[in-house]
């Protein structure tokens, strides 16, 4: 004979299914959540701008997420997934597809490589096959470690060049540089800590400022007013400078965090275009975060931004388009 099931604990078996039912769905939505209204604030206090970073792989995530709910038939969690979907999406489209500008009819192009090899990266042939199937005009590379002394391998389709002086760090030595198919003429360091390499360079649309800059990681991985302090010195250089400037680099920050803004708005820099992402390499493109930033002035259009082939390194490198600004 059965023993039946009392009506009180029936009752609270079910009360416990539907309270497991309702807080799995809320402990998948909360993260993503909260990176979206972080990324949608514009808050620049830290633990906000490190939630702001990561927009793009939130919203991977979050659409694979609803997917499995509709498989699931759970529409109300994939209604809920979607809801959340949104919100990243606004919050992403700034980074991911700012204005290009619009591009003076007839005028040339110039083609840039920009890189952050790693410094721990010992990979030439990787390297020299990257830049030789981007067939870029301009190559700025930065964290040049252990294959700075090569060089000449790296850049032999490239006549002009200049580079920094070795600079310690934990990983190692790094330089950076900028080599070209033009004549170039280096702009002059400031001693203001803020690791960079410039050139004006003789191009076809005329004199043409390139920089390649890396700015430190975000707190708590180091001080908290260091990005701050280079993004300030940063605009000190761009105030010095006349004529179409390019800003290329690792900035550790998308362009639409705390960082990417104070670089627009002290600048009056415009980032390209930042999708697919590029760091780390290991994830997919589309779900990795976009800290290797191209800026340009707004006499500058963007014809193109794509990521170029692998080259050894933890990030990806971005292949840009640009052109003369139409008036």
Same mark, same amino acid.
């Given at each position: ?61 979050? %659409? ?6 509709? +498989?699931?038939?759970?529409? &109300?969690? #994939?209604? @809920?997934?979607? /809801? !959340? =979907? ?32 790693? %410094? ?6 990787? +390297?020299?096959?990257?830049? &030789?199937? #981007?067939? @870029?005009?301009? /190559? !700025? =590379? ?45 702009? &002059? ?6 690791? !960079? ?131």
């Amino acid at each position: 004979m059965t023993t039946p099931v009392q009506p009180q604990t029936q009752g609270w078996r079910a009360r416990a299914r539907r309270w497991v039912v309702a807080v799995i769905p809320l402990s998948l939505f909360g993260a993503p959540l909260a990176v979206g209204l972080a990324g949608l604030s514009g808050v620049g206090h830290r633990w906000i701008d490190i939630l702001a970073q990561f927009t793009a792989p939130a919203l991977v995530a979050t %659409a694979l997420l609803a997917s499995g709910f509709l +498989i699931l038939r759970r529409r &109300r969690w #994939a209604l @809920a997934a979607s /809801v !959340v =979907l949104a919100l990243l999406l606004v919050a992403v489209w700034p980074q991911w597809f700012p204005a290009r500008g619009t591009a003076e009819a007839g005028a040339p192009l110039v083609r840039l490589y920009s890189a952050n090899l790693w %410094a721990r990266n010992t990979d030439v042939d990787a +390297i020299t096959a990257s830049i &030789r199937a #981007a067939d @870029a005009d301009i /190559v !700025v =590379l930065i964290e040049l470690g252990g294959v700075a002394s090569k060089l000449d391998k790296l850049l032999a389709t490239y006549p002009h060049w200049v580079a920094t002086g070795r600079m310690d760090r934990p990983t190692g030595p790094v330089r950076s540089v900028i080599a070209s198919r033009y004549p170039l003429v280096a702009i &002059r360091d400031r001693p203001d800590g803020l690791h !960079v390499v410039g050139a004006t360079v003789r191009s076809p649309l005329g004199p043409l400022n390139v920089m390649g800059v890396h700015l430190t990681r975000p707190w708590p991985f180091q001080e908290q007013w260091g990005q701050i302090e280079q993004a300030t010195a940063l605009a000190a250089i761009r105030e010095d400078l006349t004529g179409p400037v390019v800003v290329v680099g690792d900035f550790n920050s998308v362009s639409s965090a705390r960082i990417g803004r104070q670089v627009q708005r002290d600048t009056g820099l415009i980032p390209a275009p930042g999708f697919p992402g590029t760091w780390p390499s290991a994830l997919p493109s589309a779900a990795a975060v976009t800290i290797d930033q191209v800026y340009r002035s707004p006499d500058l259009a963007v014809i193109s931004r794509k990521l170029g082939r692998p080259n050894g390194s933890d990030h990806r490198p971005v292949v840009t388009e640009i052109t003369r600004a139409a008036d």
